[in-house]
């Protein structure tokens, strides 16, 4: 029986990183389910293998280069190179610019840009080798067309995410590796829902009334759907790109 190609998600437990998991694994992927939230990460595994899917958890903090790349050299023992990674682990917590310190503005840098950086670094060489590979790195419309109050520091970090996959996609393109990227608008998700750091659930209600598209948040399965396409040879002629899927909020704008 062939050996099915290896794809890698970070930030899988939850939410896009989840669902984005279960996309590639229905599309006949074998998925390193990535995350630091074990509990969320193991139960993704287990509805993946339910449908038939085969997939893996392991433990990875993006913010630990050496990890990151421990775990790109083991998959790439077993599978010769990723044929598929999807960077999504990232948080946004609120702070307000005055009490935005150097310490809080790092730590989104480190996990949200970084941490998409230390993976496409681990995972390149073997994919240009191997002249196969497709890379998606999850930004946002806060980095790409809108600002976001109390949260520069996010806005930063998704802006850079950007700029990343420009600069990777001219680098890796001669050796048919394609990196894109994707700016979700308002999806449903813990963490736009949660009220402390984001929207909260009243103020998801209200931003959807702007959305253009049925008046509706996406649905993290939405955004994944998109990864999917990206890393597929249906996107063959696609690299460079930072995709926005927000129910047409910012054309509107």
Known sequence: MEQRRAAMV???????GA??????????????VTDILTEEGNACVEEI????????????????SAACDKLVQ??????GHISALVANAGIAPRAAYPILSDDKWD?????????????????????????DGAIVCIASIAGVT????????????????SGMVRGAAVALAKSGVRVNGIAPGFVR?????????????EGLA????????????????????????????KASYITGQTLVVDGGLTVSM
Request: aromatic share 8%; hydrophobic share 45%; with cysteine.
């Open 10 to 16: 970070s930030g899988a437990g939850i939410g896009i």
């Open 49 to 64: 293998k339910a449908t038939g899917g085969e997939a893996q958890f392991v433990p990875l903090d993006v913010t630990d």
């Open 206 to 233: 209200e931003a959807e009334k702007t959305v253009p598209l049925s008046g509706r948040s996406g649905e993290p399965e939405e955004i994944a759907n998109v990864a999917a396409f990206l890393v597929s040879e």
């Open 146 to 161: 809108v600002g976001w109050d109390d949260h520069w520091h996010y806005c930063a970090a998704k802006g850079g995410i």
């Open 107 to 131: 730590a989104v840098q480190d996990v949200n840009l970084k941490g998409q950086f230390r993976l496409l670094r681990a995972v390149a060489p073997a994919m240009e080798a191997a002249g």
């Open 74 to 79: 083991r998959i790439e023992s077993e599978f």
């Open 189 to 201: 998700t813990a963490q736009i829902l949660s009220a402390e750091n984001s929207l909260g659930a």
């Open 19 to 32: 669902a984005t998991a279960k996309a590639l694994a229905a599309d006949g992927f074998h998925v390193f």
